[in-house]
């Protein structure tokens, strides 16, 4: 087996679940279920998850955090009157929908619905779905919101979305005296122009019927990915990856082929319809292990933005992490994470508490089996 260190990154740890920077992350105390209706932290907080901030040429402007919704479960039997099997999530202000899809096994379709700005309920997107609902099978459904009218819905890395817009964007830079563009900038064609807007919901629900069964939830300004996967850090980046806005070229992916790099397996990733950036996934020692020093991790509304500054390059966090979990070491974030820009300026060796003696020698022993 080859032994790479990839440098690349991962996610700040805030939970017991297999997820970084989450708000909330938990099993269903009752058991696997098929609905629930999930209180979004700080949903009747404004000013919590959108914020007025000022740029780099001093406008002041009202900027979104994004954040991710993740639920987990599992197709199980039908049930016994052969109801179909289907699946219902969305964002709600109190009784108010705001944006839903929903997932019908039996025809293999899906369709997402806004409450228009004139309260009549809307169709805006269907299609079929590329993998049948199997008996006996995962699946994961993730809702990302970007900003004040982007949020994709991907299923089993599937986006329930489809038609890019291209398009200039005017920036805060500065050329011979007038501001410049952004040329190609690609974005989702669909706005979602819901009666009340994305950040006004205050809940997040879901159903199922027929043989469909939730048995997690997480979300917050994260990455988050199937429980059992401990010992598993090039599978986690692959993962996350097939779910990510990563868009890798075809010859990029042969390259890594020709490498034999465990890389070569990614897909291309789901470019602006995806969840998290590629920056975002884990950095492994090994196939197996996580590097005990995980940097640029996902930032979240505790750090402040600087629109047009380059300053934002280090708007992140790096974390002392468990090198079989991927976590942050003892789930202890006080302890264990700094902001990115203290980080750069001290060595990787503060994190020595959390390297595993056993696990690099492992790697090491391997290392030096391949070079034999």
């Given at each position: 087996m080859k032994c790479w260190i990839v440098f690349v990154v991962s996610l700040l740890g805030l939970s017991f679940s297999r997820s970084r920077n989450c708000q909330d992350d938990f099993a269903f105390p009752s058991g696997p279920l098929q609905d629930y209706s999930y209180k979004i932290p700080h949903g009747n907080e404004p000013g919590y998850w959108t914020r007025f901030e000022e740029d780099a040429v001093g406008i002041v402007r009202r900027i979104a955090f994004g954040r991710s919704f993740y639920i987990f479960g599992k197709f199980g039997e039908n049930s016994e009157d052969g109801e179909d099997t289907t699946i219902t999530a969305g964002l709600y202000q109190g009784e108010e929908l705001i944006y839903k899809t929903t997932i019908n096994c039996s025809n293999a379709s899906w369709e997402n619905r806004i409450q228009n700005e004139k309260g009549d309920e809307e169709k805006i997107l269907h299609g079929s779905l590329k993998k049948e609902c199997k008996q006996g099978d995962d699946f994961d459904l993730i809702l990302k919101n970007d900003n004040f009218r982007l949020a994709n819905w991907i299923f089993n890395a599937q986006p329930l979305q489809h038609k890019v817009r291209v398009f200039d964007r005017l920036t805060n830079k500065v050329q011979n005296g007038t501001k410049a563009y952004k040329e190609g900038?690609?974005?989702?064609?669909?706005?979602?122009?819901?009666?009340?807007?994305?950040?006004?919901?205050?809940?997040?629900?879901?159903?199922?019927?027929?043989?469909?069964?939730?048995?997690?939830?997480?979300?917050?300004?994260?990455?988050?990915?199937?429980?059992?996967?401990?010992?598993?850090?090039?599978?986690?980046?692959?993962?996350?990856?097939?779910?990510?806005?990563?868009?890798?070229?075809?010859?990029?992916?042969?390259?890594?082929?020709?490498?034999?790099?465990?890389?070569?397996?990614?897909?291309?990733?789901?470019?602006?319809?995806?969840?998290?950036?590629?920056?975002?996934?884990?950095?492994?020692?090994?196939?197996?292990?996580?590097?005990?020093?995980?940097?640029?991790?996902?930032?979240?509304?505790?750090?402040?933005?600087?629109?047009?500054?380059?300053?934002?390059?280090?708007?992140?966090?790096?974390?002392?992490?468990?090198?079989?979990?991927?976590?942050?070491?003892?789930?202890?974030?006080?302890?264990?994470?700094?902001?990115?820009?203290?980080?750069l300026s001290i060595s990787r060796f503060h994190c020595n508490h959390a390297f595993n003696a056993t696990i690099g020698k492992e790697i090491f022993e391997e290392i030096d089996e391949e070079n034999i």
């Amino acid at each position: 087996m080859k032994c790479w260190i990839v440098f690349v990154v991962s996610l700040l740890g805030l939970s017991f679940s297999r997820s970084r920077n989450c708000q909330d992350d938990f099993a269903f105390p009752s058991g696997p279920l098929q609905d629930y209706s999930y209180k979004i932290p700080h949903g009747n907080e404004p000013g919590y998850w959108t914020r007025f901030e000022e740029d780099a040429v001093g406008i002041v402007r009202r900027i979104a955090f994004g954040r991710s919704f993740y639920i987990f479960g599992k197709f199980g039997e039908n049930s016994e009157d052969g109801e179909d099997t289907t699946i219902t999530a969305g964002l709600y202000q109190g009784e108010e929908l705001i944006y839903k899809t929903t997932i019908n096994c039996s025809n293999a379709s899906w369709e997402n619905r806004i409450q228009n700005e004139k309260g009549d309920e809307e169709k805006i997107l269907h299609g079929s779905l590329k993998k049948e609902c199997k008996q006996g099978d995962d699946f994961d459904l993730i809702l990302k919101n970007d900003n004040f009218r982007l949020a994709n819905w991907i299923f089993n890395a599937q986006p329930l979305q489809h038609k890019v817009r291209v398009f200039d964007r005017l920036t805060n830079k500065v050329q011979n005296g007038t501001k410049a563009y952004k040329e190609g900038v690609l974005r989702p064609a669909v706005k979602i122009h819901s009666k009340p807007g994305i950040y006004n919901a205050t809940h997040f629900r879901f159903e199922a019927t027929g043989g469909a069964f939730f048995s997690r939830l997480a979300f917050g300004p994260c990455s988050a990915w199937p429980d059992n996967m401990d010992s598993q850090c090039q599978q986690v980046r692959e993962w996350l990856h097939s779910r990510s806005k990563g868009n890798i070229t075809d010859e990029s992916l042969a390259a890594l082929k020709k490498l034999g790099h465990p890389d070569a397996n990614f897909t291309r990733g789901l470019g602006v319809f995806g969840n998290n950036n590629q920056v975002f996934h884990p950095k492994c020692l090994s196939l197996k292990y996580f590097d005990w020093v995980q940097e640029t991790l996902h930032p979240d509304n505790e750090i402040q933005l600087y629109i047009g500054d380059q300053q934002n390059k280090q708007r992140a966090y790096c974390c002392c992490t468990d090198m079989r979990s991927g976590q942050v070491f003892e789930n202890n974030p006080a302890r264990n994470c700094r902001l990115l820009s203290d980080c750069l300026s001290i060595s990787r060796f503060h994190c020595n508490h959390a390297f595993n003696a056993t696990i690099g020698k492992e790697i090491f022993e391997e290392i030096d089996e391949e070079n034999i």
